[in-house]
């Protein structure tokens, strides 16, 4: 049997793993504004987990201060680029996405 | 403590004050109907001057902020002379655009449909946010000033009325300032990991003793290249924010100032304060990303706004062009640079917003001027505001007698040194930038047009708060380079 030990370099790798899935989600899936946010979503998910880790790693509570001042602050932001979705959706009748830029190039 | 809230004043009172407006809004009876501002309200009757009040004791206030110098609320903020300096600079521009002068920003913002009255409430927390960011002493502390700055920035870009396409605005600078606080964060934790804490001075430190064997000094490298990108990332640099002219387009006359110039403003302060604070033992790793980035910005925002016909689209292209000469500055080999990119960005961003200020005066069939052939023969329909506009874009195209020639010189001068190169790219674009600023003139003096251009500009009202900005552009320049080098010396 082998005896596996989770240590800070595998949560660093879950982190680094998230953030990069949440960056790639956004560059290169631009057909919905919904999906862009769940990606950042996944990406927000990254940062908090290396913050949770190091934090354990050090032994004091400043990361996860940062996590839940991050999670706030990040969810206000969410919360109101939702509401932007929205009133955009009822003046135009649909949720924006890539092709329908019609500002003047 | 009361040290502590000495310090911290002018936010204390600006949070306050922005509260007190927001319930004197939603609890007074019947002001949704009216057509007035509870800025309106809360001020005295008629009192044209009523901000100029509000901007005095602030200014009181961060006069009082100098004498309690020092890092407070345990290391998270500090107040010095580069915060003190960068905050009346803020509330100088800020307070001018909420409405200082009721009938020209009002008349502008009513023209585009905002009536809303939670609008100087929004521009407030904006402002409170700003000075978070400049006295930023901690890593968290950047990311909730940056917060504060941006979201009541995305739900004032969506006011306006008409079209959908202030809602389009608000949406992409949602979805790039979104983006660029994940770069910022994932910085933030990989520095937070491997220093062990979040404050600007064990950073520098920790940086001092760190080698390259070290541990996890090639993540904290990665993770300052995190930061940095951020950062640039809300300053609208060089193909990082291919969207900035879109979103600048969307907005009203009114409010470009809170959206071009205080953000770049508050994050050129962090940006300084961060490279030659916290992270100055790392600059063979922040000097040539920095170059590269501003020698980019110069050439897309001198090319990018040659062509532009909507004034909006021209500034933000021009922002572009001239947070790239502020980067050339900071990166370049002398601490001499950062004083010249430092003043460089003083002075043309208060004469930016003078040229914004006079042309938001304008309007033609009760609508605002949007398209720069707008303004043709305007010399003739109102020569007053038609010279001061030609004044400053004199200045801002660099021509010697006015303050844009000299600070371009003295920058050039601290970057001589960079290479040809450099220098060329840098004059090339300089000089297709003033031809840019010079067509303009060449519109406002030169050609006929036909329509009717109305101007709500008057002597007697509005016009005390642009003394401080005509002396600072044409006169005492060694007073304030020697306010700027003291504010410098002292990070």
Not at chain 2, 62 to 69: G, K, M, P, S, T
Not at chain 2, 386 to 414: D, E, H, N, R, V
Request: with cysteine; aromatic share 14%.
């Amino acid at each position: 049997m082998y005896s596996v030990s989770i240590s800070l370099g595998h949560y660093l790798a879950l982190g680094a793993i998230l953030f990069v899935l949440g960056i790639f989600g956004v560059l290169k899936n631009r057909h919905h504004t919904l999906t862009l946010f769940m990606s950042l979503k996944v990406g927000l998910l990254g940062i908090l987990f290396t913050l949770l880790a190091f934090s354990k790693f050090h032994h004091h509570f400043q990361g996860q201060i940062f996590s839940l001042f991050v999670l706030a602050l990040a969810g206000a932001e969410f919360i109101l680029g939702l509401i932007l979705v929205l009133s955009f959706y009822q003046n135009k009748n649909f949720v924006p996405t890539e092709d329908v830029i019609d500002l003047e190039k | 403590m009361l040290i502590n809230t000495a310090m911290f004043l002018p936010e204390l009172f600006l949070g306050v004050f922005s509260l007190g407006l927001l319930f004197l809004g939603l609890y007074r009876p019947g002001i949704r109907g009216k057509e007035e501002t509870s800025l309106q309200l809360a001020l005295p009757k008629g009192a044209s001057y009523g901000v100029l009040i509000l901007l005095l004791v602030l200014l009181g206030f961060l006069w009082f902020a100098h004498i309690f110098q020092g890092i407070s609320f345990s290391g998270f903020l500090i107040s010095d002379k580069m915060s003190i300096l960068s905050k009346a600079f803020i509330c100088l521009i800020g307070l001018s655009w909420i409405g200082f002068d009721n009938r020209i920003i009002e008349s502008t913002l009513e023209r585009d449909g905002i009536k809303q009255f939670e609008y100087p409430v929004l521009c407030l927390v904006s402002i409170i946010g700003s000075f978070l960011m400049v006295s930023a002493h901690h890593l968290l502390a950047i990311y909730f000033g940056i917060a504060l700055q941006t979201i009541p920035l995305y739900v004032l870009i969506s006011l306006k009325k008409g079209g959908g396409l202030s809602k389009e605005s608000a949406l992409k600078y949602f979805l790039l300032g979104s983006l660029s606080s994940l770069f910022l964060l994932y910085g933030i934790a990989l520095v937070y990991g491997f220093v062990g804490s979040g404050d600007f001075r064990e950073i520098s430190t920790s940086l001092e003793w760190l080698t390259e064997n070290s541990l996890g000094y090639s993540w904290l490298q990665a993770g300052f290249l995190f930061i940095v990108i951020g950062l640039l990332f809300k300053l609208g640099l060089a193909s990082l924010n291919p969207w900035g002219p879109d979103i600048s387009q969307g907005v009203s006359n009114a409010q470009m100032p809170f959206l071009l110039l205080i953000p770049k403003i508050s994050g050129a302060i962090l940006l300084v304060r961060l490279l030659f604070g916290a992270f100055h033992g790392l600059h063979f790793l922040w000097k040539p990303l920095l170059l590269s980035v501003a020698l980019i910005s110069l050439v897309m925002g001198s090319v990018g706004a040659f062509s532009q016909t909507n004034i909006r689209r021209f500034f933000s292209y021009m922002g572009l062009f001239h947070m790239g000469f502020f980067l050339l500055g900071l990166s370049s080999k002398e601490f001499n640079g950062a004083y010249a990119g430092l003043l460089y960005l003083f002075i043309f961003s208060g004469t930016t917003l003078g040229f914004l200020f006079f042309w938001t005066t304008l309007s033609t069939n009760d609508r605002n001027l949007d398209k720069i052939p707008q303004v043709k023969g305007l010399l003739k329909k109102q020569p007053v505001v038609a010279g001061i506009l030609c004044l400053l874009l004199l200045s801002l195209a660099g021509l010697p007698p006015f303050a844009g020639f000299w600070t371009t010189l003295y920058l050039m001068s601290t970057v001589i040194s960079g290479g040809s190169f450099i220098i060329g790219i840098s004059l090339a674009s300089a000089l297709i930038s003033a031809i840019g600023y010079l067509k303009i003139i060449k519109v406002i003096c030169f050609e006929e047009g036909h329509e009717e251009i109305h101007s709500t500009f008057s002597w007697t009202s509005g016009w005390i708060l642009l003394i401080p900005f005509v002396i600072l552009f044409f006169t005492a320049q060694d007073f304030f380079l020697e306010i700027i080098r003291e504010a410098l010396s002292s990070l």
